[in-house]
């Protein structure tokens, strides 16, 4: 730091007038410095030619924008030359790992940094890291320090950054403009390079994380529901080891186990397994089905703040001593997952299995580690599909499951005709064929061990231009059949407490998302009397099995038509 004293003394700095400049002078620093990755990650998909350097120049341009708007809304006044050199340590930081590891600092990420002690951190602290952190973050961020100009008086500097702010948003626009196909190409198709944008994204996962944790931190009273659960069996011998798919965007219709005319379950049809023909969604949106689901509150009566402000099934789960792991390729659970253990397979930081987007069978990935840690516990795992999520449905499965051609590759289906925009989708949900598939090979593993199962339930369906009606969300009341029937499928493994014989019975039977609550806690052999009343696609069998061993007469009336014929 001496010598830097005296570099300050022998050296002429130019003296800088405004913010504004300084704010600049370190945007253009952090992206030739910190974002090797980003443009790493940009070539790879637009080789330099001359083809390609017109929008090259331009995606330059429009990170370098949307940076410089970043900090000129976040810095200001006494508190801009800390911020700035805050972020020009941040930035070397982030660099250092995502230029040497391809690491992608998001939510994940930031909550491995918190929970990393001292021990481990010690074996990440290299001399490269350490150079590069002065050089490209300490010094940087001294000069910064020491040349900062103060701010001018308030309306004057308002004013200024106003214009200037508008200013780049005009020219962001008029960046975008002439490329406008190649933009919407590189927002849906490539995700994971604009996770390398430095400060930016890392910006972004921290509010997050701050986010979430005042969230689970807000001051209300959780309410407990089904606190009278008890075990019907607790003694038979072998724990429960179920795994729950959420499906996402998947048309009950298209499943060829539902008697779709193209084979888009060749995998499925080769299992032992159920799959139900009537199942209804409680919503069309993700947001609202996945809460409600797992919400003992029902479609006719779901409100987004009361299912939040209550426990859900896997909190009355928890409750009663199961292991609940929520793993999520898709957007995010929405609430569900807040108090139990959580992971994001979104990127690279835990999904092994990433290419232009992160696979859903990447979510297998290390559950036999967690078994292990688990061993003794009943556990339920929840995995959280990107599944057929649209329009870019060419994107959701690798090129090897790309059975039926053409299959539309873009996100404008206007621009396919309806039998592109068939293939694209067919193709993904027969990528979801497999994934199940593998979920059930993988269960089969435990099957001597625990009492396995596989529940699938999708999330809502889907238009495909039925009507003129394209996507999904359209209001409950006039939603199309395509945006609300669902397909649900169950795999039970030879020790599971319901056999695929008491099951059966119920293929047709009309089901829904509020059968799902009661469904996993008879699953789990828990009895409440909030799930006496409800339908679910074991509770019947689950009020026989509670007869027969308690010696009482059933709590409902059982049809013919719901017994086995090992039963009857």
């Known amino acids: 730091m001496t010598a830097l004293f005296r570099l300050q003394n022998s050296w002429s700095f130019p003296v800088i007038k405004k913010q504004t400049t300084m704010i600049f002078m370190v945007v253009i620093f952090m992206m030739f410095t910190g974002n090797q990755a980003l443009f790493a990650g940009i070539l790879r998909i637009y080789p330099l030619s001359a083809t390609h350097l017109p929008f090259l120049i ?112 005009a020219s962001l626009i008029l960046l975008v403009a002439p490329f406008t196909a190649s933009y919407a190409s590189f927002i849906r198709e490539h995700k994971i390079v ?55 965007t998947a048309r009950a219709d298209r499943f060829s186990l539902n008697g779709y ?114 061993k003794g516990k009943d556990m339920l795992i929840v995995l959280h599909q990107m599944g057929n ?21 873009t996100g404008e289906l206007n621009e396919c005709s309806q039998q592109e925009i068939d293939n694209a989708y067919d193709n993904a949900i027969l990528y979801t064929d497999y994934f199940l598939s593998e979920t059930i090979k993988f269960l089969k593993k435990y099957d001597d061990k625990y009492e396995t199962a596989m529940l699938y339930v999708a999330d809502h369906g889907e238009s495909l231009g039925e009507h003129g009606v394209y996507l999904h969300a359209a209001p409950y009341l006039i939603a199309p059949k395509e945006q609300t029937h669902i397909p649900a499928i169950v795999w039970a493994g030879q020790h599971f407490d319901y056999s695929m014989d008491q099951i059966k019975p119920y293929t047709h039977h009309p089901l829904s998302h509020d059968d799902v609550f009661c469904t996993l806690l008879v699953a789990y052999e828990l009895d409440a009397k909030m799930c006496e009343a409800k339908k679910s696609i074991l509770l019947q069998n689950h009020h026989l099995q509670k007869a027969v061993k308690t010696q009482a007469a059933p709590p409902i009336k059982l049809s013919p038509v719901t017994l086995s014929a090992k039963e009857k």
Request: with cysteine; charged share 20%; net charge negative.
């Open 58 to 169: 331009s995606l330059t341009l429009f990170f370098s924008i949307l940076t410089a708007i970043f900090f000129l809304v976040i810095c200001f006044g006494r508190a801009t030359r800390w911020i700035l050199a805050i972020f020009l340590i941040v930035v070397s930081l982030s660099a250092y790992y995502m230029d040497h590891f391809g690491v992608i600092i998001d939510t994940v990420m930031l909550d491995n940094v918190l929970q990393t002690d001292m021990r481990e951190a010690s074996g990440l602290m290299t001399f490269s890291l350490i150079a590069r952190t002065i050089f490209l973050g300490v010094i940087p961020a001294w000069i910064v320090f020491k040349l900062c100009p103060k701010t001018r008086d308030l309306k004057t500097e308002l004013r200024s950054r106003l214009k200037l702010i508008l200013t780049l948003i």
């Open 194 to 248: 604009r996770f390398y944008a430095n400060p930016t994204y890392p910006a972004y996962s921290v509010i997050k994380v701050v986010t979430q944790h005042l969230h689970t931190t807000k001051n209300f009273v959780l309410h407990k529901i089904a606190q009278d659960a008890v075990l019907v069996d607790p003694d038979d011998g072998k724990h429960e080891l179920i795994i729950m798919v959420v499906g996402e």
């Open 261 to 374: 005319h193209r084979t888009t379950n060749p995998l499925l049809s080769k299992e032992d397994i159920v799959s139900f023909t009537d199942v209804t969604s409680c919503g069309t949106s993700t947001g609202v089905s996945v809460p409600c689901m797992f919400s003992s509150l029902g479609r006719e009566h779901y409100d987004k703040d009361a299912a939040l402000e209550q426990e859900d099934a896997l909190d009355v789960l928890t409750d009663n001593g199961v292991q609940v792991l929520w793993r999520d390729n898709n957007s995010d659970s929405k609430g569900v997952a807040t108090r139990v253990e959580y992971e994001d397979f979104k990127t690279p930081t835990l999904n092994p299995v990433c290419d232009d987007e992160c696979r859903d069978i990447g979510m297998l990935n290390g559950l036999d580690q967690y078994i292990a840690s688990k």
């Open 389 to 409: 999520h649209g329009p870019e449905y060419y994107r959701r499965y690798p090129k090897a499951f790309e059975r039926f051609t053409p299959a539309c590759q």
